[in-house]
C-alpha cells in the first residue's frame, strides 16, 4: 500500500492543507443558486412592499395642498368641493366609538370562555368554527345582516346604533381571538398552583390571568378599532349616510350626532368624493384619503407599539 | 387508628388506561406517610385525588370513596374549601407573577382577610416556617418570578401553608432544586408533622427513609403494601417491595 | 418579631378552618368547615356565578352570531321561493337587468364569472409573490429586516378597501389607460391588480405561520446533506408545510370573493362576461353595494340582493370550512 504523499510534496492533491476547505465546483455552483434564489425572493418582497411605498408617497404629495389643520376642522361645504372633513371624521369616531363598547365585553368574556372554560368538545369545536367564519363573512353580508337585523327587525332604523352594532358583530371574531392568544400566553402553572391554593377558576382568571394579559388583549382591540374604522359597507345601509348637516362650531359640533341620528363617515366620505359627488377638486379627495390611511396606520402603529412594549416587559 | 385520609377502593382511569387500580390506603394524622414507587405507579393521581385537582384532567372517571376527615371528597359542597384545606407542593417550582409579600397573601386575600397588620403577619409566619424568611425578609416585593428555583419551591411551601391546611401533600418536591434547599425543607416537614399530616411522595428512597413516619410503596396503579417505614424497608413482606428498596428496578 | 410562632388571629373571616385540634378529626367537621369556608360573602359567591354565567353566555354568542346572520339574510331572500321566482335564470343567465320596465331579469352568471375572474387573476399574481414573500421572510430575512417586513405586511393589511378602491381608480385606472390607450381605466386588469395586492398580506402572514411551523431539525436535517437554502426551501419546506400554505392561498380567496368597495370602485359597470383584460366587469359584492340603496323595500330586486348576499355566505363559508379542515388535517397528521 502506498503511503499518501506528506502535504506540501508534489503528487499530494493538498499542497498547502487548506484544499478541504476550499470549495468545490460542485459547491460554487451550489453557492451561486442560493444566492440567485435569495435575490429572486427579495425581488418578489420587494415588487409587493415597493410599489405600496410609490404609492403613498405619491397619495401624500397630491394632497399637500388640502393638507392642514383646518382640514381636520372644517365641515364640508358647497356640496363636498370644499371644506374639510369635520363631520365625517366625527362620525367615524362616533361609530367606532359605540362599536367597541359592543364588541369589547362580548368578545373578551368569550375569548375567556374559550381559553379558561371551554372543555374539549364537539360544542368548542363548532364554537371554534363559527367564531373563524364569522371571521370570514364578507363585508357587505355583514351589510346585508345588519340592514335586516338592527334596521328592519329591532327597529332601529338607519342610525348610529344600527351601524355601530353592525361594525361591532363584524369586529367580534377578532377580538375574541386575540383575547384567547393573549390569555394562552399565561403559563397553565399558575393556573394550577391558584386551583390548588383552593382559588376558584374566575377568581383565577381576574386576579392572575386577565392582570397578565391585558396588554395582549388591548393590542387586539385596538387593531380591531382600526379596522372598524376603515370598513365602508357594513355602514353603507344602516346609518352611514352621503350628507348630514352638522354645527359648525361650538358644543354641537362636538357631539353632533345622537344614536338615532344617521351620521357621515371617513370612508364612506371617501368614497361619495371619489363616485358620486362632481366637481371634487383632486386634492381633497387625496386629502381624505390620506388623512383616512393615516389614521389607520397610525392606530396600527400604536397596537404594533404596544405589543412590541409588552415583550419587552414580561413578568415571567 | 382514625385515619386523616382514607382511599377506599378507588379507581381512577384515564380513558382506557387505569392510573389507579382498586387502591385502598388510609393516611394516619399528624404523621408523614411516605409514597415511593417506580414511574407511573400512579403516586401523583393519588395525590391529586385527594384535593380532587383530578377533576381538571380531560376524560378521568373516578371510582370509590376517598374521604377527608371522615366526609367524601365528592360530596363535599365546596370544592375550593377542600383544597384550601389541602397544601400542594409541586415538582417544578411555581413562583406567582406577583411580589413574594403577594404571593404568601394571595390565599388568604382570597378568603376575604384583608387587614393589613393580620396579613403582615401570617406572611412573615409562613415565610419564616417555610425558611425563606431571612432571605426576602427586606425584598418582599421583588417578584416571585425572579427568585432561584430553591426559593420558589420554599415560596409555593409558604404559599400552602397560608391557609393553615390540616394536610400537605408534596410530589417530588426535591427533583428540580439544590441539595442544600431540599436539606431545609427537610428539616421544615419534621416540625411541620406536629401539626398537619404530610403526604409525601417521593422517587428517592432514602428520602423516604429519613423523613417517613410509615411509608407506601405503590406499583403500577396499585397498593403493593404500606408499614412503618422501618419496617418496610427492612422487612418487607412483598417481594417487589424489596426489590424496588434495593434499587433492583425504577 | 420574636421568635414564638405567632398564632394566626382568626378574626371575621371564619373560614381559614383552626388548625387541626386532636378530637376534631373523629366527628364529620369537615361538613361544617366547608360550610364556612365557602366564599367569604355571600355576595362574592353569587356575583362570581354572575360572571361566570355571562362568561358563558359570550362564549356561545359567536354562534349565535353566526346563525343570524344567515337567518337575517335569508328571511329576506326566502319569499322569491314563494312567489315563484326563476332560479334557474338566477344561476344560469347572464341577464341582470332588474330595473327593466319590460321583463325584470335576474340572471346572476356574468356577475358570478365577474367575481371569479377577479379573484383568479388577483390570485395568480398575490399567490406567487406572497408565497415567496413569504419565503424571503421567513427563510432569508433575520433580525431587523424581519422585523420590518413583517411590520410593513401588517400595515399593508391595514389599508381599507375604499383607500385601495381610491388608488385604483385614481393611480392604477390612468397608468393602465396610459400603458395600453384603453378609454377606461377601470377594468378586470385594474380590479385584479388592487385585489392581488390587498389579498397578498393575509397569504404572506398565513404561509409565513406555515413556514415557522415546520420543525427546524427538517431543516438542519437537509443542511447538514450539503442542501443549500434553495434546496431546503423547495425540496424540504413546501412538502411539509404544503397544507398550511394551501390553507393560506385558500383563506387569501375567501378575503378576495368577498371583497366589495375596492372592487366596486375599479371594476367598471358593465355587466358581462369578460372577453379580455381590459373589458369592465361586475362582481357579486359590488351588485348589492351598487344596487341596494335604490331598491324598494321588499321587491323582487330587494330580495334578490339579499339571495346573492347568501351566495356569498355560502361561498365563504365553504372556503373556509375547506381551508379550516385543512388545518385540522395537518394536527391530526402531527398529532
Not at chain 1, 393573549?182 to 374566575?202: D, E, K, T
Not at chain 3, 362582481?283 to 334578490?304: K, M, N, P, S, Y
Request: proline share 5%; glycine share 8%.
Amino acid at each position: 500500500m502506498k503511503t499518501p504523499d506528506a502535504i506540501g510534496e508534489p503528487g499530494n492533491p493538498n499542497p498547502d492543507g487548506k484544499a478541504f476547505f476550499r470549495p468545490s465546483a460542485l459547491e460554487r455552483r451550489k453557492a451561486r443558486r442560493e444566492a440567485a434564489a435569495r435575490w429572486v425572493f427579495l425581488g418578489m418582497t420587494l415588487v409587493l412592499v415597493a410599489p405600496v411605498f410609490a404609492i403613498v408617497a405619491y397619495m401624500l404629495v397630491q394632497a399637500w395642498p388640502v393638507l392642514s389643520f383646518s382640514f381636520l376642522w372644517e365641515n364640508p361645504q358647497n356640496r363636498m368641493t370644499a371644506g374639510g372633513i369635520w363631520a365625517p371624521l366625527v362620525g367615524t369616531f362616533c361609530l367606532v366609538f359605540f362599536s367597541l363598547i359592543f364588541a369589547a365585553p362580548i368578545g373578551v368574556l368569550a375569548g375567556i370562555y374559550l381559553n379558561e372554560y371551554a372543555k374539549d368538545n364537539w360544542f368548542t369545536r363548532a364554537v371554534n368554527l363559527a367564531v373563524m367564519n364569522l371571521a370570514g363573512v364578507p363585508s357587505i353580508v355583514h351589510g346585508l345582516f345588519g340592514f335586516g337585523a338592527f334596521v328592519l327587525f329591532a327597529g332601529m332604523g338607519k342610525s348610529v346604533l344600527a351601524a355601530s352594532c353592525t361594525l361591532a358583530v363584524m369586529t367580534l371574531p377578532v377580538i375574541i381571538t386575540s383575547t384567547r392568544e393573549a390569555l394562552s400566553s399565561v403559563p397553565m402553572a399558575f393556573r394550577q398552583a391558584c386551583w390548588n391554593l383552593g382559588a376558584s377558576r374566575w377568581h383565577t382568571v381576574r386576579t392572575i390571568v386577565l392582570p397578565n394579559s391585558i396588554s395582549g388583549i388591548l393590542t387586539g382591540v385596538i387593531f380591531e378599532v382600526s379596522r372598524a374604522a376603515g370598513e365602508t359597507a357594513p355602514i353603507l345601509f344602516t346609518g352611514a349616510v352621503y350628507y348630514v348637516k352638522v354645527a359648525d362650531h361650538g358644543w354641537e359640533s362636538f357631539f353632533p350626532y345622537g344614536p338615532t341620528d344617521r351620521c357621515m363617515a371617513l370612508s364612506m366620505h371617501l368614497f361619495t368624493l371619489a363616485t358620486q359627488a362632481s366637481g371634487v377638486p383632486e386634492a381633497l379627495q387625496y386629502g381624505t384619503a390620506v388623512v383616512l390611511m393615516g389614521l389607520i396606520l397610525a392606530v396600527n402603529g400604536l397596537s404594533i407599539g404596544l405589543r412590541s412594549y409588552l415583550r419587552s416587559r414580561k413578568r415571567w | 387508628m382514625d385515619a386523616h385520609i382514607r382511599f377506599d377502593r378507588v379507581s381512577v382511569h384515564y380513558g382506557a388506561h387505569a392510573a389507579l387500580k382498586e387502591l385502598s390506603l388510609d393516611v394516619p394524622p399528624r404523621q408523614i406517610l411516605g409514597i415511593i414507587g417506580p414511574a407511573k405507579s400512579g403516586k401523583t393521581t393519588l395525590l391529586k385525588c385527594i384535593n380532587r385537582t383530578i377533576d381538571f384532567e380531560a376524560g378521568v372517571r373516578v371510582t370509590g370513596r376517598i374521604l377527608v376527615g371522615g366526609e367524601d371528597v365528592y360530596r363535599s359542597r365546596n370544592v375550593h374549601a377542600l383544597r384550601r384545606r389541602v397544601g400542594m407542593v409541586f415538582p417544578l417550582p411555581v413562583g406567582l407573577p406577583l411580589s413574594v409579600y403577594d404571593n404568601v397573601a394571595y390565599a388568604p386575600r382570597s378568603m376575604g382577610i384583608r387587614n393589613r397588620a393580620e396579613l403582615d403577619a401570617l406572611v412573615e409566619h409562613c415565610l419564616r416556617q417555610a425558611m425563606l424568611w431571612d432571605e426576602v425578609k427586606d425584598r418582599l416585593d421583588l417578584l416571585g418570578t425572579r427568585l432561584s428555583g430553591g426559593q420558589q419551591q420554599r415560596l409555593t411551601l409558604a404559599r400552602a401553608l397560608s391557609l393553615r391546611p390540616e394536610i400537605l401533600c408534596l410530589d417530588e418536591f426535591s427533583i428540580a432544586i439544590d441539595p442544600v434547599t431540599t436539606m431545609k425543607i427537610e428539616d421544615i416537614l419534621r416540625e411541620l408533622k406536629n401539626e398537619m399530616t404530610i403526604v409525601l411522595v417521593t422517587n428517592l428512597v432514602q428520602q423516604a427513609r429519613r423523613l417517613a413516619d410509615r411509608t407506601a410503596f405503590m406499583n403500577a396503579g396499585q397498593l403493593v403494601e404500606v408499614d412503618e417505614t422501618e419496617r418496610l424497608f427492612e422487612h418487607p413482606s412483598n417481594r417487589i417491595t424489596e426489590r424496588y428498596v434495593n434499587g433492583d428496578f425504577g | 418579631m420574636s421568635d414564638s410562632t405567632p398564632v394566626v388571629p382568626v378574626s371575621g373571616a371564619q373560614d381559614i378552618p383552626p388548625a387541626a385540634a386532636p378530637d376534631a378529626l373523629s366527628r364529620p367537621a369537615g361538613l361544617r368547615a366547608s360550610v364556612a369556608a365557602s366564599s367569604p360573602r355571600r355576595w362574592a359567591r353569587w356575583g362570581e356565578l354572575l360572571i361566570e354565567g355571562l362568561i358563558y353566555l359570550c362564549g356561545w354568542s359567536a354562534i349565535l352570531f353566526v346563525a343570524a346572520i344567515f337567518f337575517f339574510v335569508f328571511i329576506e331572500a326566502a319569499p322569491l321561493a314563494a312567489q315563484g321566482f326563476d332560479f334557474v335564470e338566477f344561476f344560469t343567465s347572464v341577464n341582470w337587468r332588474p330595473t327593466s320596465n319590460v321583463r325584470p331579469q335576474f340572471g346572476t352568471l356574468a356577475l358570478l364569472v365577474g367575481s371569479l375572474c377577479v379573484t383568479g387573476l388577483a390570485m395568480l399574481m398575490a399567490v406567487p409573490l406572497g408565497l415567496g414573500a413569504a419565503v424571503y421572510i421567513s427563510e432569508f430575512a433575520s433580525g431587523r429586516t424581519k422585523e420590518v417586513l413583517k411590520v410593513v405586511v401588517e400595515l399593508l393589511a391595514a389599508i381599507p378597501s375604499v383607500v385601495w378602491g381610491f388608488i385604483g381608480m385614481m393611480v392604477i385606472g390612468p397608468i393602465i389607460i396610459r400603458f395600453t390607450g384603453t378609454p377606461v381605466g377601470v377594468n378586470l386588469l385594474n380590479g385584479s391588480i388592487i385585489l392581488a395586492l390587498m389579498s397578498v398580506p393575509i397569504i404572506v402572514s398565513i404561509a409565513e405561520d406555515a413556514l415557522k411551523a415546520v420543525p427546524d431539525s427538517y431543516r438542519e436535517a437537509a443542511l447538514s446533506l450539503g442542501a443549500n437554502q434553495w434546496e431546503v426551501v423547495y425540496r424540504v419546506l413546501f412538502p411539509a408545510a404544503k397544507n398550511g400554505l394551501l390553507a393560506a392561498v385558500l383563506l387569501g380567496v375567501g378575503r378576495a370573493i368577498g371583497e366589495t368597495m375596492a372592487v366596486l370602485m375599479v371594476t367598471g359597470h358593465a355587466i358581462q362576461i369578460p372577453r379580455g383584460l381590459l373589458d369592465p366587469v361586475r362582481t357579486l359584492t359590488a351588485t348589492i353595494a351598487a344596487e341596494l340603496g335604490e331598491t324598494v323595500q321588499g321587491d323582487t330586486h330587494f330580495r334578490t340582493l339579499f339571495l346573492i348576499g347568501l351566495v356569498l355566505f355560502a361561498l365563504t363559508f365553504i372556503v373556509n370550512l375547506i381551508a379550516d379542515l385543512i388545518v385540522k388535517g395537518i394536527r391530526s397528521e402531527n398529532a
